[in-house]
């Protein structure tokens, strides 16, 4: 098969990570179009790709039927706002493309619903940008689960003690918005409660939650926590912040079990600080801790290869739209349980 045609839709905040990652796997997949209504963010990304890869010619546009009438295009990359997540990857599907959409893969189970069941009937892949399930470090500890070396799992908490100042939300006006964004919970420690969910192996039986927006003029929290029984009778604990001062402290995952403890800590979920277990594997002594120097990691680059050998290889990608989708509801049920409270 030749390289896969990719376009991007949304050239904001994270979008260079998906340039980045498309650059990485230059072998098998080359960018074609990107769109913003911003053209000068379009442009921007056009730029970066064309700074490595040389003689291409990537179109840019403002308008995404536009784009995706004129162009052959294989996978689209949505990392557009939020909200508007599952209108666009609806758009997309009914002009037949694969899709990679940025998390959340929507703000409601009703289009996820909906963007599973489309691409099931237009036999098309989707994948979750849930990139830090590609951390060496998460790699490993999911190796550990399912050897079954933790026996079983009594309890996981999922940390995400970070910053995001007033100017943070005054760049964009959607951000911090019920409509369009979520709240902490929802934007900044989704990542955290997937990885959460994937390494506890079981159904939500019920949840508890509580939320506030303490210091932000924002519409949803800034500070939430979650208490979730599952199914397997294992608890977890989320504590999501935006409000730590002064700067981003950690996203540390923590499994406990009878018989190990794991403690994954760092910027972003990157680095190992407790490893113990009762049994020893020769993998034990391998530090997989990685250095970054942002909260976005290095997981995207694998996030598109494992994607780009689903589509070749006709096999449904790590992350899909189902896995993608228990991170929301676990989420969207936290908010169900009563509005944000201002204090």
Same mark, same amino acid.
């Given at each position: 098969?030749?390289?896969? $045609? ?12 998906? #340039?980045?990652?498309?650059? =990485?796997? /230059? ?12 053209? &000068? /963010? ?8 064309? @700074? @490595? ?15 995706? $009438? ?54 098309? $892949? ?5 990139? =830090? ?12 689960? &399912?050897?079954?070396? %933790? ?31 979520? *709240? ?7 990542? =955290? ?9 079981? &159904? ?18 800034? %500070? ?14 989320? &504590? ?7 700067? =981003? ?6 499994? %406990?079990?009878?018989?190990?403890? #794991? ?13 113990? %277990? ?11 801790? #990685? /250095?970054?120097?942002?909260?976005? *990691?290095?997981g995207h680059t694998p996030l598109y290869k494992d994607f780009i050998d689903a589509i070749k290889e006709d096999r449904e990608p790590l992350i899909n739209g189902k896995e993608g989708k228990k991170a929301i509801e676990i989420i969207l049920k936290a908010y169900d349980k009563g509005e944000v409270s201002k204090i």
């Open positions: 098969m030749s390289k896969l $045609k990719f376009a991007i839709i949304g050239c904001g905040r994270i979008s260079y990570k998906h #340039v980045e990652a498309l650059i =990485n796997n /230059k072998e098998e997949a080359e960018l074609i179009a990107v769109c913003d209504l911003i053209e &000068e /963010k379009a442009v921007d990304r056009k730029k970066q790709y064309e @700074t @490595t890869i040389k003689d291409v010619n990537i179109k840019v546009y403002t308008d995404y039927i536009e784009m995706l $009438k004129n162009e052959d295009i294989d996978v689209v990359t949505i990392a557009t706002e939020s909200g508007y997540h599952g209108k666009h990857a609806i758009d997309c599907l009914n002009n037949n493309t694969h899709l990679l959409i940025e998390k959340p893969m929507a703000l409601s189970i009703e289009d996820a619903d909906h963007v599973i069941a489309l691409s099931k009937e237009k036999g098309k $892949k989707v994948c979750i940008s849930h990139q =830090n399930r590609f951390n060496p470090p998460i790699q490993k500890l999911r190796r550990a689960i &399912e050897e079954g070396r %933790f026996g079983k799992i009594i309890n996981g908490t999922a940390r995400i003690l970070w910053t995001r100042d007033d100017n943070y939300y005054k760049q964009a006006p959607w951000r911090g918005t019920k409509e369009l964004d979520g *709240g902490t919970l929802m934007n900044q420690c989704i990542h =955290n409660i997937d990885l959460l969910q994937w390494m506890m192996g079981s &159904e939500v039986e019920r949840i508890h939650s509580e939320r506030g927006t303490f210091l932000r003029d924002i519409e949803m929290e800034d %500070f939430g926590a979650i208490l979730i029984r599952f199914k397997n009778r294992s608890i977890g604990i989320v &504590e999501g912040s935006a409000c730590v001062y002064p700067k =981003n402290l950690e996203e540390t995952l923590s499994i %406990f079990g009878e018989r190990g403890t #794991v403690v994954i800590g760092g910027l972003a979920v990157n680095e190992i600080k407790v490893w113990q %277990f009762a049994d020893e594997r020769d993998y034990d002594n391998e530090d997989e801790s #990685v /250095k970054i120097d942002n909260v976005y *990691g290095e």
